[in-house]
């Protein structure tokens, strides 16, 4: 079983503070994303990352940067959070099967409420 | 452009109901996956099934069934005799099938299913 874990399942900050979300995973994945997810928004794609050291924008990057040093490990950090940060993260991951997409398993969320 | 609409927002059955959430989707690529997702109050996305776009058949596990219809670009979820574990946000997804470059999986917005014992 694909097993994606989230270093908590929630956290309360105060504006201003430096954030970081961690994930990991155990199944040797490629790929890595993280996803916020709020009410009336659905989910949205912050970052994602195909291999180590590799980051790509996704469509929310804004206020958010990532760290990916080792294949298993994804970091979100929120540099300095805001109150519209806070919401559902999601991190998950997926397999590089030659030229297919393949399905993401995601991890059980962290719920951030930032003040 | 690609979309997935899932137009009942939210849905209440009582248990034992059968129940069916429905997907539409658009796309221009000719080859794609769909997935549907079961997230549960605990806020996990659970991953359901994923139908490759060249094959319509139809599957069942268990009390689940999906109906694929590329001719409506549908692809329904029903669940028999529904029980209240049932209960949770189901979302339906839609990504290309080819990883030219990456193009990311769309979700739909969801559909809450209450199911009341």
């Known amino acids: 079983d694909v097993k994606v874990t989230q270093s908590s399942r929630y956290l309360v900050k105060r504006t201003g503070e430096k954030v970081f979300l961690e994930c990991v995973q155990d199944?040797?994945?490629?790929?890595m994303f993280w996803y916020r997810q709020d009410p009336g928004l659905g989910l949205r794609l912050i970052y994602f990352s195909y291999d180590v050291k590799m980051k790509e924008k996704g469509d929310i990057p804004e206020g958010y940067s990532v760290s990916r040093e080792k294949k298993e490990r994804f970091s979100l950090i929120l540099e300095s959070a805001s109150t519209n940060q806070t919401s559902m993260y999601l991190c998950a991951s997926s397999l590089t099967w030659g030229q297919t997409q393949e399905t993401q398993y995601f991890g059980p969320g962290t719920r951030l409420l930032v003040l | 452009a690609q979309k997935v609409t899932q137009a009942q927002t939210e849905i209440s059955v009582v248990e034992k109901e059968d129940v069916t959430l429905d997907c539409v989707y658009e796309?221009?690529?000719?080859?794609?996956?769909l997935f549907w997702y079961k997230q549960p109050p605990s806020g996990e996305l659970v991953f359901l099934i994923r139908?490759?776009?060249?094959?319509?058949q139809n599957e069942i596990s268990g009390r689940y069934s999906w109906n694929f219809q590329k001719s409506t670009s549908s692809f329904n979820f029903t669940i028999t005799a529904s029980q209240v574990v049932d209960s949770a946000v189901y979302f339906c997804a839609l990504t290309n099938h080819l990883k030219t470059s990456y193009d990311k999986v769309i979700f739909g917005p969801g559909t809450s299913l209450s199911v009341i014992p």
């Open positions: 199944m040797d994945h490629e790929n």
């Open positions: 139908r490759n776009s060249f094959d319509e």
């Open positions: 796309t221009r690529d000719t080859t794609y996956y």
